[in-house]
């Protein structure tokens, strides 16, 4: 396997985990923001992961930043009670 599709197979899932991660928060009574971040940060550091190979920097900026804000609320997350 190539490193290119593998970069588009790592890519394209990190991108569904962020899709599903959004479904969720609209359709679910109350939002597990523990899941919604986390799904949320590993989907844009797969897709941070993908970019190194096709890179493109607009949407390298989006996901740098989208990665710290999902981290930030998963660590806000975490410290509150379950």
């Known amino acids: 396997m190539s490193i290119g599709l593998l970069a588009n197979i790592i ?3 990190g991108s569904g985990l962020m899709m599903f ?3 969720y928060s ?3 009574k109350a939002i597990n923001f523990r899941l919604f ?3 949320n940060l590993v989907g844009a550091l797969m897709l941070i992961a993908s970019l ?3 890179f493109n920097m607009a949407s390298m900026a989006l996901e740098i930043v989208w990665a710290f ?3 930030f609320g998963l660590v806000r997350a ?3 009670p379950a």
Request: charged residues 15%.
């Open 52 to 54: 190194t190979v096709h």
């Open 11 to 13: 890519g394209m899932i």
């Open 21 to 23: 991660a959004y479904a």
């Open 37 to 39: 971040n986390l799904l």
């Open 78 to 80: 975490l410290r509150r």
């Open 69 to 71: 804000s999902a981290r």
């Open 26 to 28: 609209n359709v679910a």
